[in-house]
């Protein structure tokens, strides 16, 4: 299977999701995170800095449940900036 390319789009949104990670991770340490989402403190780290930039879902729902984060948050705050819905947290509306 061919992977395609990550967008510089991609890899913006990794960044922004690494950021609110680790803001909501506050000083918790790594590796009681990562423990607590079932996941390797390696992989949570690479997630943190970008160069996991599109984490699967179930991981990322997984570091919600971790730091108490919703996911709605986390689609809001990760979406492209000027997108519906980003700021409010609110789904875009249907085209």
């Known amino acids: 299977m061919v992977r395609v390319p990550l967008t510089p789009a991609d890899r913006e949104r990794g960044e922004r999701l690494g950021r609110l990670l680790r803001e909501a991770r506050a000083d918790r340490s790594l590796v009681d995170v990562a423990g607590a989402a079932g996941i390797s ?55």
Request: proline residues 11%.
């Open 41 to 95: 403190a390696e992989t949570l780290r690479k997630i943190e800095t970008g160069r996991i930039p599109t984490p699967a879902f179930f991981t990322v729902s997984a570091l919600a449940g971790a730091l108490d984060l919703s996911l709605d948050v986390l689609v809001a705050a990760t979406a492209p900036p000027g997108a519906a819905g980003a700021r409010s947290g609110r789904p875009a509306p249907a085209a």
